[in-house]
């Protein structure tokens, strides 16, 4: 009798394919899976990168303890194809970014084809000096059009997401020019309560220890104990400074202290801080790609790392790095002060954050940085705003960003 002597790799070849037949037969008549699999790779071409520096001034100058500001401005960047598929990026103009765009990226890009992200990553981060800003705002958009194309969000492109919904915490109680804080920002954090913010982020470092403790106590009275507070010094403490400072944060029950020390050019002592204080140091929104932010994770130079998605590379680079810190147990809370794209690329990679670790549901969820102040480049560029409820925002579920840009409105306010 003749025996049946397969090899174990053919069994697996033969039900491998079996299987593959049948998945594809059940699903083609539906969803064009066989049709799809003969097809070519997608001939969409990049046809024209264009740049916009758009400015907007507000009524009275606002802005951290550093430097006040009456000016918002951001750079927003378009990326056509052939077939009419747009995509939108954006990130800060600082440096000659918008120059490194025109200039070298562009060149990068123009003729390829969008699907082709690993392809496009590295053609861009060569020519550019290791600018993150620019790869970011590019990226921003190539994720955005690729989304677009294959009919997919961004989380979507990434395996799909974990959560449906981000919490916001608001980006508030900046120093505004002619206002005392002490009178300012525990009725403002009141109102933002009100609203339904359960987590905010007040400015600190300008008046001094006495007075700038004052506020953080009156603002923990204003909203009780239940909600969230972040404080950001934005490198105006010395090392010393911060550690008494940061002190009396914990007394109070702060979240976090963010960069109280000079940023530029090494977060320089905050390896130091981390390890002094109990409180959680948060950092590193100017970050400019994986490299850096590795070195920084070794050395835990925070217990926070916030890297921002227009300025260290793009969405890929703040996944890596998040994935890389959740290695050493140190929580990613992605920087977000920009506009409506970054916004809504933000809220994307948020969902995609697992629980702290693999299958645990403890530890904290991740928040989204909002800002609160007058922005028309986050409310008046978009079709629809993005609406609170009830402390979280709804993560956009259309393809690419999930959100849809007015041209027309971005180029009124194109610097003249």
Same mark, same amino acid.
């Given at each position: 009798?003749?025996?049946? %002597?397969?090899?174990?790799?053919e069994c697996f070849k033969a039900g491998l394919a079996g299987s593959c037949g049948a998945l594809a037969g059940a699903l083609g008549s539906r969803w064009g899976v066989a049709q799809a699999a003969e097809k070519k790779p997608s001939g969409l071409t990049i046809t024209k990168v264009e740049t916009f520096a758009v400015e907007h001034k507000i009524p009275k100058a606002i802005g951290p303890s550093v430097a006040l500001s009456d000016v918002r401005d951001s750079l927003l960047i378009k990326i056509s194809t052939d077939s009419g598929l747009v995509g939108w990026g954006e990130t800060a103009d600082?440096?000659?970014?918008? $120059? #490194? #765009?025109?200039?070298?990226?562009?060149?990068?890009? +123009?003729?390829?084809? @969008?699907?082709?992200?690993?392809?496009?990553?590295?053609?861009?981060?060569?020519?550019?000096?290791?600018?993150?800003?620019?790869?970011? $705002?590019?990226?921003?958009?190539?994720?955005?059009?690729? !989304?677009?194309?294959?009919?997919?969000?961004?989380?979507?492109?990434?395996?799909?997401?974990?959560?449906?919904?981000?919490?916001?915490?608001?980006?508030?109680? =900046?120093?505004?020019?002619?206002?005392?804080?002490?009178?300012?920002?525990?009725?403002?954090?009141? &109102? +933002?309560?009100?609203?339904?913010?359960? &987590?905010?982020?007040?400015?600190?470092?300008?008046?001094?220890?006495?007075?700038?403790?004052?506020?953080?106590?009156?603002?923990?009275?204003? *909203?009780?104990?239940?909600?969230?507070?972040?404080?950001?010094? =934005? !490198?105006?403490?010395?090392? @010393?400074?911060?550690?008494?400072?940061?002190?009396?944060?914990?007394?109070?029950?702060?979240?976090?202290?963010?960069?109280?020390?000079?940023?530029?050019?090494?977060?320089? $002592?905050?390896?130091?801080?981390?390890?002094?204080?109990?409180?959680? #140091?948060?950092? $590193?929104?100017? +970050?400019?790609?994986?490299?850096? &932010?590795?070195?920084?994770?070794?050395?835990? %130079?925070?217990? #926070?790392?916030?890297?921002?998605?227009?300025?260290?590379? !793009?969405?890929?680079?703040?996944?890596?790095?998040?994935?890389? &810190?959740?290695?050493? %147990?140190?929580?990613?809370? @992605?920087?977000?002060?920009?506009?409506?794209?970054?916004?809504?690329?933000?809220?994307?990679?948020?969902?995609?954050?697992?629980?702290?670790?693999?299958? %645990?549901?403890?530890?904290?969820?991740?928040?989204?940085?909002?800002? *609160?102040?007058? =922005?028309?480049?986050?409310?008046?560029?978009?079709?629809?705003?993005?609406?609170? =409820?009830?402390?979280?925002?709804? *993560?956009?579920?259309?393809?690419?960003?999930?959100?849809?840009?007015?041209?027309?409105?971005?180029?009124?306010?194109?610097?003249?």
């Open positions: 009798m003749q025996r049946n %002597s397969w090899t174990r790799r600082v440096g000659g970014t918008q $120059g #490194i #765009i025109e200039k070298h990226l562009k060149r990068a890009v +123009l003729g390829k084809n @969008p699907l082709e992200q690993r392809k496009l990553w590295n053609a861009m981060w060569g020519p550019n000096f290791a600018d993150g800003r620019a790869v970011g $705002g590019m990226d921003i958009a190539l994720h955005d059009l690729r !989304g677009k194309a294959l009919g997919l969000s961004v989380a979507d492109l990434y395996g799909g997401r974990v959560r449906d919904k981000i919490m916001a915490y608001a980006a508030a109680m =900046n120093y505004v020019e002619g206002q005392d804080p002490e009178q300012q920002h525990p009725p403002e954090a009141a &109102a +933002l309560a009100k609203r339904g913010f359960l &987590a905010m982020k007040i400015r600190t470092g300008r008046y001094g220890f006495r007075k700038d403790l004052a506020v953080m106590k009156k603002i923990r009275e204003a *909203v009780g104990p239940d909600v969230r507070l972040l404080t950001d010094g =934005n !490198g105006a403490f010395t090392l @010393p400074q911060a550690v008494k400072f940061g002190r009396e944060l914990e007394k109070l029950d702060f979240y976090c202290f963010e960069e109280p020390l000079p940023q530029a050019p090494n977060y320089g $002592g905050y390896d130091v801080l981390t390890r002094t204080l109990d409180i959680a #140091i948060a950092g $590193g929104e100017v +970050l400019d790609w994986r490299g850096t &932010a590795r070195d920084h994770i070794l050395k835990r %130079s925070f217990d #926070i790392i916030q890297p921002d998605i227009s300025l260290c590379g !793009g969405i890929a680079e703040v996944l890596f790095i998040a994935e890389m &810190a959740r290695l050493f %147990s140190i929580q990613a809370l @992605p920087h977000c002060w920009a506009g409506a794209i970054t916004i809504a690329a933000t809220l994307q990679v948020l969902s995609l954050f697992p629980p702290h670790y693999l299958g %645990s549901k403890t530890g904290d969820e991740p928040m989204m940085e909002f800002d *609160v102040y007058e =922005n028309p480049f986050r409310d008046q560029i978009v079709t629809k705003k993005f609406e609170l =409820n009830k402390g979280y925002f709804d *993560v956009p579920t259309g393809p690419g960003l999930g959100i849809e840009i007015d041209e027309d409105i971005v180029k009124k306010y194109v610097k003249k």
